[in-house]
């Protein structure tokens, strides 16, 4: 009994499982990135490299096991309107470990970019020709969506160096467009359909992330803050502010591994903040940046207690 159990649970071991990489990336980047700008102790970005880097091959090597025993229940993840979304998580954790490593391993940063951003770009187009090829009901259409196109506006926050800039700027504009097409198709089912239910409550918080790592990926290939810059910003503050005056709605919801989904777009947001406050010394950005990483690292806090005390009580990777 024993044995079927731990078979079954491999068996429904989900691909969101890589959202925990993206967030426990997100918090590591937040905190080299405090070091450096608001001068935070460099241990605890230290630590967290290497806590992330265990994770994620942890959870790469449970869902590469499952691949192979269980080759029909990966494709019915990657056959799923909401779940296929959530296949760029591998690719996105991998760019954000890039970023991890970039200044102080930077052949390990390397290694994890290029494969990273060419399964993006796999995915992407995987992903995009999915919902071309099959109809979709727009009571599927989630912030989760966003997850493929956020990861093409992440390749050059981690690519500037490794290749031309032309190549970025491909990046850069895809996931611009799509984000732009993209929230007005999940507004419009937010606004006038039906809510969305309980368990993707949380990807709400994934609006934010768009305008965030753009304006960060933008820094990054022109050193500027310019008009399009500051739009970006602001409208990644603007999401911020609103999902902090819909906190009720997140409150009382009960676990499921989409909490997860809080944790890297406030990332985003955080690191925004600690880049704008070292180009303009604003105490404003200074009482933000520090709001968002206590927020964020309490929030991440929450969620670690709950996926472990979830998993103890085997209610995480039971059942489709």
Not at 159 to 178: A, K, N, P, T
Not at 179 to 189: D, K, P, T
Request: charged share 10%; glycine share 4%.
């Amino acid at each position: 009994m024993e044995v079927i159990e731990e078979k079954n649970r491999l068996k429904f071991f989900p691909i969101m499982m890589f959202a925990v990489v993206m967030g426990l990336s997100g918090l590591t980047i937040t905190y080299q990135k405090a070091a450096l700008w608001l001068n935070f102790p460099h241990i605890i970005g230290e630590v967290l490299m290497y806590v992330t880097t265990a994770v994620f091959l942890v959870i790469s090597l449970i869902y590469l096991k499952k691949f192979f025993k269980y080759k029909d229940a990966v494709q019915n993840e990657f056959s799923h309107p909401v779940r296929i979304n959530f296949f760029a998580a591998v690719s996105i954790s991998m760019l954000m470990l890039a970023i991890i490593f970039k200044e102080s391993y930077p052949f390990l940063s390397a290694i994890f970019w290029y494969p990273g951003t060419l399964l993006h770009f796999y995915l992407t187009m995987r992903t995009i020709s999915f919902w071309i090829n099959e109809n979709q009901q727009l009571d599927h259409s989630n912030p989760a969506w966003f997850i493929p196109i956020v990861g093409n506006v992440l390749v050059p926050a981690a690519g500037v160096g490794f290749v031309d800039l032309g190549l970025l700027l491909y990046f850069f504009s895809v996931g611009i467009f799509f984000w732009i097409i993209l929230f007005a198709v999940i507004l419009n089912r937010i606004i006038f359909h039906n809510q969305m239910i309980v368990k993707f409550m949380p990807t709400l918080f994934i609006l934010i992330a768009p305008p965030a790592v753009g304006f960060i990926s933008y820094f990054k290939m022109f050193g500027v803050i310019d008009t399009f810059a500051l739009i970006l910003f602001n409208l990644a503050l603007f999401f911020t502010f609103l999902v902090a005056f819909m906190y009720k709605n997140f409150i009382k919801i009960k676990f499921f591994i989409s909490w997860w989904a809080f944790v890297f777009p406030l990332a985003a947001m955080a690191i925004s903040a600690m880049l704008m406050y070292s180009q303009n010394n604003c105490m404003f950005l200074l009482l933000l940046s520090y709001v968002m990483i206590a927020v964020m690292t309490a929030i991440v806090s929450i969620v670690i207690y709950q996926t472990v005390l979830h998993i103890k009580k085997e209610e995480i990777c039971i059942k489709e």
